[in-house]
């Protein structure tokens, strides 16, 4: 893993807030419509399965949503089956957000007294909620709640799994705001379409941007960081000898994919009762496929057509014909691998992957804050309910992404 001392030195390194917004612009304006036109990265991939199927329609976040295994049957997407927190119908089990009062150190910092909103105030609230959260979780537990994950970054809050029939009895408990279910994210399943042209901020009129010293977080199945689309080998036996569990000497991060983590492990599928709670590690090698093809977009390096690593360099005279896979939009930025899901299904993780971006050493302090997240699938299709806090983590998260949030 990256320490904290190397990502103070990245990000203090980081282009100017011009630069960061014409890739903000040009990653996240454009997607998915080109983030997901993927420069053929299924050709030559010798990692995960290799999802291709035509391109349908674009995914959304629901509040629960049945996913099939497109890769078995070539489905579509299935019908939206809310979560139902308010009317217990049966003694189910159920994922919710326990909100807890005081402000989330983002909120503190957006809207909290200007004099307490400096570096050391903001890491002194994250430890005090640390603390009361502490406090609370024995009580959760008292009602049956098994704690999944705490958040204090952009919302205040303890992700549990609890039979419905306490709800109630959470809501009770003391320092509690309200309880929220949890909006659960299913993997976008848009097939890859062939990229040949050179993005557009390549142009010496777009300032001849390639992405350096930009940091951009791809929140999806893993990235498969052996790949040679970002300096890789390319071997599938690496690929295969490879533990996705652990981090084996001298494997990971790379110089491409410099950071990340799994939240979630590859047995891991929000919508099956059996493996609905995450068992994180440290390796957040793809193993499905759809993560590595997003990165490969956003960032990859570009592979020749012996099946090389392409070592540059970029302009808007490129000859494509020489590449098996083209260069992403961004081909020289740091990418990071944020792995929400696991093999199968859907994911709860979404937010837990926002807060890692927003601040990757927990400290309270956003400076060492990703410059770009591409998250899968888009948020703005998001039909649940306001102000929870999956949606806040999202506000939240675009903020810090367009420099809006402070906290230094
Ligand atoms: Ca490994
Ligand atoms: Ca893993
Ligand atoms: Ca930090």
């Not at 959470?170 to 976008?188: F, N, Q, Y």
Request: proline letters at 9%; a negative charge; one cysteine or more.
């Amino acid at each position: 893993m990256i320490t904290k001392r190397q990502l103070g030195k990245r990000f203090r390194t980081s282009p100017s807030p011009v630069s960061r917004r014409a890739l903000h612009v040009a990653l996240l304006g454009l997607a998915p419509s080109v983030l997901w036109a993927v420069p053929g990265c299924s050709d030559g991939h010798h990692g995960p399965p290799d999802p291709t199927v035509p391109a349908v329609e674009t995914p959304s976040l629901t509040p629960s949503i049945a996913l099939p295994d497109f890769r078995k049957t070539g489905a579509g997407l299935t019908a939206k089956q809310p979560v139902k927190v308010d009317q217990p119908s049966q003694d189910k089990m159920v994922h919710v957000y326990i909100v807890l009062e005081q402000p989330s150190v983002a909120r503190l910092a957006r809207t909290g007294p200007p004099g307490l909103r400096s570096a050391a105030d903001l890491k002194r609230h994250a430890e005090t909620l640390s603390a009361l959260q502490s406090a609370v979780i024995p009580k959760l537990q008292s009602v049956g709640a098994k704690p999944i994950r705490t958040f204090r970054v952009l919302a205040n809050a303890v992700r549990v799994r609890v039979l419905e029939s306490r709800l109630d009895d959470l809501r009770a408990l003391p320092g509690v705001v309200r309880v929220d279910p949890v909006t659960r994210v299913r993997r976008s399943n848009v097939g890859s379409v062939p990229f040949l042209g050179v993005p557009s901020v390549w142009e010496p009129a777009a300032g001849n941007f390639h992405g350096e010293g930009v940091s951009i977080g791809i929140i999806d199945t893993g990235i498969d960081y052996l790949h040679a689309d970002f300096g890789g080998a390319g071997d599938p036996a690496a690929f295969a000898a490879n533990d996705p569990t652990v981090i084996e000497e001298g494997t990971f991060p790379t110089a491409k994919v410099v950071g990340g983590y799994d939240f979630v492990g590859d047995a891991y599928d929000a919508e099956n009762a059996d493996h609905d709670v995450p068992e994180p590690d440290d390796d957040p090698i793809d193993c499905y496929g759809h993560g590595t093809h997003v990165a490969g977009s956003a960032a990859g390096t570009g592979v020749l057509l012996d099946g090389s690593t392409y070592a540059g360099s970029y302009s808007a005279t490129l000859d494509m014909k020489q590449f098996r896979i083209g260069p992403g939009m961004a081909p020289k930025a740091d990418l990071y691998s944020l792995k929400v899901f696991g093999c199968e299904g859907s994911t709860n993780e979404l937010p837990a992957a926002l807060e890692w971006a927003a601040d990757p050493n927990g400290d309270g302090n956003f400076d060492d804050r990703l410059d770009v997240v591409n998250m899968s699938p888009d948020p703005e299709r998001s039909d649940g309910p306001r102000g929870q806090p999956l949606d806040l983590a999202v506000r939240m998260a675009r903020r810090l992404a367009t420099n809006k949030v402070g906290g230094a």
